[in-house]
């Protein structure tokens, strides 16, 4: 496993460029130009972090400055990047690159401004990507999107690339998007109508959001439709076969938090509606089955996804980290109830943060919804839903028996409903019927070709959990693969009634890189 190698043989880092978000009309993206970064390089002095709900002071440097700090990459400028570029011949690939494409379209540099195309950034990004590979070596780069910026990744990745014949797993190595509306914009208010109007006219280039728009981007020549997307067609879907990218190299981080979003004085929260970050709605910010995160974020602003202590590790685990770890609850067997609904609310936090790296819970709305009682037909019997998974990374602040340690907490909650209204005669408002944080320790084995794995519930610690060291018996790992770690966490007995008897917690543990 990459967690087991030579440290003293460091790993080669592959470029990163960064896509930004919509600019909306000419004078937001004559606004964008101005700025040598896009916006990258703006950081925060306000977090919400703070005891009893207060905002607390805590900097938080920026993306751009914080993986010059932590990761040793650097901003090569010479008069600007692409001056930069064109001046040298080879450049080393630990470097950050700005993909510029509104410059195109603004009137500050004089001269005509050509109208914004979303599949002409794709290729304009294309072009980049080629011209960084050539010159540092690089195999691929990553990519790193916000908002629309993601959708110019999906282009390229979807389109621009299986349209000239190339693979794009040979350029793009991962994709991070934050806040992307992979399955467009749409509106809890006018019945369809806003979004209608929006297509038909296209203001401000705003159609790109809608399903026609999207089908055209998203889509590669041999299989595009004349008439249009087919039923059933889902934008937010990402191919997984052939030509196209491989959907576990993609993560999306996804905003809960539409209150600190204030654009249009909070027009846009209130139309988007109060399951989203602001701007986009939380089903429709993400690929299925790729890597993805829930924090209480908004779009953009002060407290937005990209200048968030939250976005960065998320970031920083999935481009760095050396093994995935991920958790599933399987084998529940939920009592079979007419008059009750299941949720399941889970938070993640990594030793030595000081945020939360996942948190899905039903203040936010977006607890998970448990299905019922049954069995879906897989080996473990019963019902298995996932949980989470997260990207560990060996080198970054292990304990003193060189673990890397993770908590999840797990939160089990019913809720009584008559003539499909929920019913509050029993209810105790945020008291869950199961309780408990696992406490993960994943420990490189030097003797063994996979970690060594211990978990213990929080309820069964004595003492401050910074004081816990496991006892020293692993995990059982149950998968005979080589190279792969899976293991299985009994519940507490108090769960029993609620989950089955034979309800458990699956960890698994893969590398990574």
Same mark, same amino acid.
């Given at each position: ?31 964008? #130009? ?64 700005? &993909? ?48 629309? %910026? ?41 019945? %369809? ?10 203001? *401000? %280039? ?77 089903? *429709? ?9 829930? +924090? &209480? ?16 590790? *998320? ?16 084998? !529940? ?16 936090? +990594? ?36 949980? #989470? ?52 320790? !994943? ?6 070709? #996979?970690?060594? !794995?211990?978990?213990?519930? *929080? ?16 995990? &059982? ?11 299985? !966490? ?18 698994? #543990?893969?590398?990574?890189?």
């Amino acid at each position: 496993m990459p967690i087991l190698e030579d440290r003293m043989a460091p790993t080669p880092k592959t470029p990163i460029v960064y896509v930004r978000g919509y600019a909306g009309d000419t004078a937001g993206i004559d606004k964008v #130009v101005t700025d040598p970064f896009y916006g990258f390089n703006q950081g925060s002095t306000h977090i919400r972090i703070g005891p009893d709900d207060a905002p607390c002071f805590y900097e938080f440097e920026s993306p751009l400055l914080r993986l010059h700090l932590d990761e040793g990459y650097r901003i090569l400028v010479e008069g600007g990047q692409a001056l930069y570029l064109a001046g040298h011949d080879s450049i080393p690939p630990d470097t950050i690159w700005i &993909h510029r494409f509104y410059d195109a379209s603004a009137t500050t540099w004089g001269g005509r401004p050509e109208a914004f195309r979303l599949e002409t950034a794709a290729e304009d990004l294309l072009r980049l990507i080629d011209t960084i590979r050539a010159k540092s070596g690089a195999e691929r780069v990553h990519l790193v999107a916000h908002s629309m %910026g993601g959708l110019v990744c999906r282009c390229l990745i979807q389109k621009i690339l299986p349209d000239l014949g190339r693979d794009p797993a040979d350029c793009v190595g991962k994709l991070f998007t934050y806040g992307t509306p992979h399955g467009g914009i749409a509106f809890d208010v006018g019945l %369809g109508v806003l979004e209608r109007l929006r297509d038909l006219t296209g203001i *401000n %280039g705003a159609d790109i959001f809608g399903r026609e728009r999207m089908y055209e981007y998203l889509t590669p020549k041999a299989r595009t439709d004349p008439d249009g997307p087919p039923p059933g067609w889902d934008a937010r879907a990402m191919p997984d076969e052939g030509e196209f990218h491989p959907r576990d190299r993609v993560f999306c981080l996804i905003g809960t938090d539409p209150t600190d979003y204030d654009v249009a004085h909070g027009l846009s929260a209130a139309t988007v509606g109060p399951r989203s970050d602001g701007l986009v709605q939380i089903d *429709n910010a993400y690929v299925p089955d790729t890597c993805q995160a829930y +924090v &209480h974020r908004s779009h953009s602003g002060c407290y937005g996804l990209v200048n968030s202590e939250e976005g960065y590790q *998320n970031l920083r685990r999935f481009l760095f980290g050396d093994c995935r770890a991920q958790a599933a609850l399987v084998g !529940v067997r939920l009592p079979q109830r007419d008059d009750t609904v299941w949720q399941a609310e889970v938070r993640l936090s +990594v030793r030595g943060l000081q945020i939360v790296t996942h948190e899905r819970t039903s203040a936010h709305w977006c607890p998970l919804q448990l299905p019922d009682g049954g069995t879906d037909g897989g080996t473990d019997g019963g019902v298995t839903v996932p949980l #989470v998974q997260t990207f560990l990374c060996s080198g970054l602040s292990p304990d003193d028996m060189g673990s890397m340690r993770y908590a999840l907490h797990l939160r089990i909650l019913s809720l009584r409903r008559r003539a499909g209204l929920l019913r509050f005669a029993d209810h105790l408002e945020q008291t869950a019927d199961f309780d408990d944080i696992l406490v993960i320790d !994943v420990r490189p084995d030097p003797a063994a070709p #996979v970690p060594a !794995v211990s978990a213990t519930w *929080n309820s069964a610690i004595t003492g401050p959990i910074s004081a816990y060291r496991p006892d020293g018996h692993a995990l &059982h790992d149950d998968d005979p693969a080589p190279g792969s770690w899976t293991g299985h !966490v009994p519940l507490p007995a108090t769960a029993a009634p609620i989950l089955g008897e034979d309800a458990r917690i699956r960890l698994t #543990v893969t590398p990574w890189g």
